[in-house]
């Protein structure tokens, strides 16, 4: 008998909205259930794809052009895909990924201009047909994220767009949420962590049946 595939778990959102907090709040009600699971990130996983997300958030702004952007991302995706969560699923293992293909289409697409038919294309390229479960978007106004992440750490490349390329990504995530509300949950993530984490809970006791 073949393994059942495990359960593919997406946080999407703008800067700020708290999708590192809940993480290891997610894997651990999972884990709780009786579930193997693999946490992650994107740009990232592998040794060389944490490479890349280096070079994405640490270059200076400006010296990375919209399309090398969305190259170097998706670049990074196909390893983290091939070397983590591709043989993590096929095992069974659930995984819950902080940002996944959706980030491309709200910072590349929505921030940066990049079309949808040129990232359509990369994701065909590199995802072929797989596809999230479940993907929640931590929805925060970009002013009030953008505070939380200064409060935070370092501002990274994306943190020091302005408030006008913020507005973008968010709008594209809600976006892609309302095209497929199925598949997605937009959270408020303006709610303190516990009052957001029981929002998240309901969300997967409804759409994953425990």
Known sequence: ????????????GGEGAG???????????LEQRGRRV???????????????RELLLDSPAGSIDPMAEALLVFAARSLHLNQRVLPALQ????????????????????????TNDRLTAL???????????LVLIFDIDPGAGRARAAARSEADRFEQEDLAFATRVRQRYLERAQQEPARYAVLDAARDPDALWAQIVRILEERLDG
Do not use: H, N
């Not at 999708?19 to 009600?29: E, V, Y």
């Not at 693999?38 to 890349?52: C, F, H, I, Q």
């Not at 994701?123 to 479960?133: G, I, S, T």
């Open 1 to 12: 008998m073949s393994t059942p595939r495990g359960r593919f778990i997406v946080l999407e």
């Open 38 to 52: 693999l946490s992650t990130r994107e740009p990232g996983g592998p040794p060389e794809a944490e490479r890349v």
């Open 91 to 114: 095992d069974g293992i659930d995984v819950v990924s902080d940002r996944f293909v959706d980030a491309s289409y709200a910072y590349q697409g929505g921030g940066r201009g990049v």
């Open 19 to 29: 999708k590192s907090t809940q993480l290891p709040r997610i894997t651990q009600w």
């Open 123 to 133: 994701e065909d390229w590199v995802c072929a047909d797989l596809r999230p479960d």
